[in-house]
């Protein structure tokens, strides 16, 4: 089974992202891209801002 380009290059972007810590800058210096086409990339196929594992919005629960 062979899978889509697009679908090679959101597993490598995350890969990398996951590799560097969620740090853009270091992932697109090691893919080759400006951070401004990884965060277009990003936003294409719906990886989110930030570092893995940690929430994008702050916990409103946990605040109070």
Not at 9 to 26: F, S, W, Y
Not at 36 to 57: D, E, H, M, Q, T
Request: net charge positive.
């Amino acid at each position: 089974m062979s899978k889509k380009l697009a679908e090679v290059e959101k597993e490598l972007i995350q890969r990398v992202l996951d590799e560097n810590n969620g740090n853009r800058v270091a992932a697109a210096k090691v893919l080759g891209i400006s951070k401004f086409s990884l965060a277009r990339r990003c936003k294409k196929y719906g990886i989110p801002n930030g570092k893995p594992g940690r929430p994008i919005v702050p916990d409103l629960a946990a605040a109070g």
